[in-house]
């Protein structure tokens, strides 16, 4: 099994980026599809989900309307959209997956896989 997240950089206050996770060695449609993120000095906290099985998505509040998670087209990549970018962004982003998971699970981080991270750094 394998997440294998990208697309981490420094940008700045106002810019966009997108993260891409490709994942292997599991069945997609069996798991909710989520990231998260840890900043310096803090916890991993959630920031998106994605329930493939129903289609639903939940955001963290500090990311709603800025952040948007989806599936690369049929591929076995999630992605997280991130615009409008602020310094408080700045943390190592990682993807997960949660067999058979929903939204209420993920965000009380029940994960069974996790990827390695990708750093996002915002200057302001």
């Known amino acids: 099994v394998q997440l294998q997240a990208s697309g981490g950089g420094l940008v700045q206050t106002g810019s966009s980026l997108r993260l891409s996770c490709v994942v292997s060695?599991?069945?997609?449609?069996?798991?909710?599809w989520a990231w998260f993120r840890q900043a310096p000095g803090k916890e991993r906290e959630f920031v998106a989900v994605i329930n493939w099985r129903t289609g639903t998505t939940d955001y963290a509040d500090d990311v709603l309307r800025r952040f948007r998670i989806g599936r690369v087209g049929a591929k076995n990549t999630v992605f997280l959209q991130m615009d409008r970018l602020k310094p408080e962004d700045t943390a190592v982003y990682y993807c997960?997956?949660?067999?058979?998971?929903?939204?209420?699970?993920?965000?009380?981080?029940?994960?069974?896989?996790w990827g390695k991270g990708t750093l996002v750094t915002v200057s302001s």
């Open positions: 997960a997956a949660a067999e058979y998971g929903d939204e209420r699970s993920v965000r009380g981080g029940r994960i069974d896989y």
């Open positions: 060695g599991l069945i997609w449609d069996d798991y909710a």
